[in-house]
């Protein structure tokens, strides 16, 4: 079992920056990905970013390229997604989860995702 918790959310304005954190304990497994999705009002749960366990390989979604970093710290079995020039559009429950047994693929779909934190809300301010 993986448990997940996220924080760092908050508001923000418009071209500001927030960086969060993903905290995971119990049992990963060897290989796996972690992940950040969010959701807005009204609209499905979208992928965001990810990134696998060693940190070669990492995928990002259109909407956020150039602007957030996903990043991890092993040695805190931590993950974080810093945010700049935030958006209006950015606003959303922000949620981390893990795909576990993965590594050189990183999944953009809410399966394989298996284990997932309660959320985090990200509100940008025009």
């Known amino acids: 079992q993986v448990q997940l918790v996220e924080s760092g959310g908050g508001l923000v304005q418009a071209g500001g920056s927030l960086r969060l954190s993903c905290a995971a304990s119990?049992?990963?497994?060897?290989?796996?990905?972690i992940g950040w999705f969010r959701q807005a009002p009204g609209k499905e749960r979208e992928f965001v970013a990810a990134?696998?366990?060693?940190?070669?390989?990492?995928d990002n979604a259109d909407s956020v390229k150039g602007r957030f970093t996903i990043s991890t710290d092993n040695a805190k079995n931590t993950m974080y997604l810093q945010m700049n020039s935030l958006k209006p559009e950015d606003t959303a429950v922000y949620y981390c989860?893990?795909?576990?047994?993965?590594?050189?693929?990183?999944?953009?779909?809410?399966?394989?995702?298996?284990?997932w934190g309660q959320g985090t809300q990200v509100t940008v301010s025009s």
């Open positions: 990134i696998s366990w060693s940190g070669r390989n990492t």
């Open positions: 119990g049992r990963t497994g060897s290989t796996y990905v």
């Open positions: 989860a893990v795909a576990p047994g993965y590594n050189l693929y990183v999944p953009r779909t809410e399966p394989p995702y298996h284990y």
